[in-house]
């Protein structure tokens, strides 16, 4: 005998948010691992303490809302937005900013707006804006590569008991370009820059195209596992490569490549594992797309001709300011109607 049940059907736990945000996370790991090679074992310490401030900061909020700490702790989504925070600032930052940003996307950014599944804005991307607007000097201290600290004197550093000037000489290849490119005046180009300073490597900055390699390989198996969809990380990388692209081929003594731009900064796991973000991103695939293409237009833009050296989270913010009005005009229209809105 036969028992027959009706639609929808869902395969049990093939769903879960615990089981999605698991799997972002194992995501992330190739970064990580490129990440701990290049610069030591510091980024371990502040991804511990942004998961346990996460952790901490939720169920705080959770039982002020009178909410199950067990179903919501254990989604693992407080976890996720942690990784992401740890891993945009830099790995030498005192361990209070890393926590103080980290329970300002919990508390604020997720928890004021109703918790998870409200949230207009990234969480991650909130608390990144938050401490570079408020703390640009320490957000700007990034070791210089090749530093041969002991683990010991990075965690001395992150503590706060070892001085911080003798050790924080470096510069991302971001900044790097820019400001080499401003102070030069017309005296020096891109290709000459690229050849001659130690901080970049083959094609973006030396060894971090390690790095955004690894979050290449996370978000591609991500995309593998339909975790994500292509939409927004295809839209983010083409916004940002076309423009790229553009102001390449018109001057490239004053702009570097496309591939540089990629390789650099948070671009990939900006394409990837923000962008992709489904609460605060774009529900239709269109939407998603053009969500993409616009943040990616936007994280160039601020890169190249704004004052911040990268401008992923603030490209994130602006459009998900825009994702009520995307998904309007984007909306598939309601069968047995031509026009739904």
């Avoid at 959770?62 to 254990?74: A, E, I």
């Amino acid at each position: 005998m036969m028992n027959w049940t009706t639609p929808p059907y869902l395969l049990d736990g093939q769903a879960s948010v615990r089981r999605v945000m698991l799997q972002v996370l194992v995501g992330l790991l190739p970064g990580i691992a490129a990440y701990v090679w290049l610069v030591g074992p510091s980024i371990l310490l502040q991804l511990a303490l942004a998961t346990i401030s996460a952790l901490a900061g939720e169920a705080l909020m959770l039982r002020l809302r009178g909410k199950p700490l067990s179903l919501f702790l254990g989604d693992g989504s407080a976890i996720v937005t942690a990784w992401l925070i740890a891993l945009t600032f830099p790995p030498l930052a005192p361990w209070w900013l890393v926590v103080v940003g980290t329970l300002f996307a919990i508390v604020v950014a997720k928890h004021l707006y109703g918790g998870l599944g409200q949230n207009p804005f990234n969480p991650a991307m909130v608390a990144f804006a938050a401490c570079i607007v408020s703390f640009p000097a320490l957000m700007s201290q990034w070791p210089a590569l090749g530093l041969k600290l002991t683990f010991a004197e990075q965690v001395s550093i992150i503590a706060g008991l070892a001085p911080r000037i003798d050790v924080m000489s470096g510069a991302t290849p971001l900044d790097a370009i820019k400001t080499a490119l401003k102070l030069g005046e017309g005296t020096v180009d891109v290709p000459t820059l690229l050849a001659t300073q130690d901080v970049f490597g083959n094609f973006a900055g030396r060894g971090w195209e390690w790095v955004t390699t690894g979050y290449l390989l996370g978000g591609l198996w991500l995309w593998q596992r339909r975790i994500i969809t292509w939409y927004a990380p295809l839209g983010f990388i083409c916004g940002l490569s076309l423009l790229a692209g553009a102001l390449w081929l018109w001057n490239p003594q004053g702009f570097a490549s496309p591939l540089f731009h990629l390789f650099s900064g948070g671009a990939m796991l900006g394409a990837f594992f923000i962008v992709t973000d489904p609460v605060s991103g774009c529900t239709t695939s269109r939407g998603k797309l053009i969500f993409g293409f616009l943040a990616g237009l936007l994280a160039y833009t601020i890169r190249v001709f704004g004052g911040y050296p990268d401008g992923v989270a603030f490209a994130v913010l602006l459009m998900n300011l825009c994702v009520p009005l995307i998904d309007m005009y984007t909306q598939p229209p309601i069968f047995g109607m031509k026009n739904q809105r």
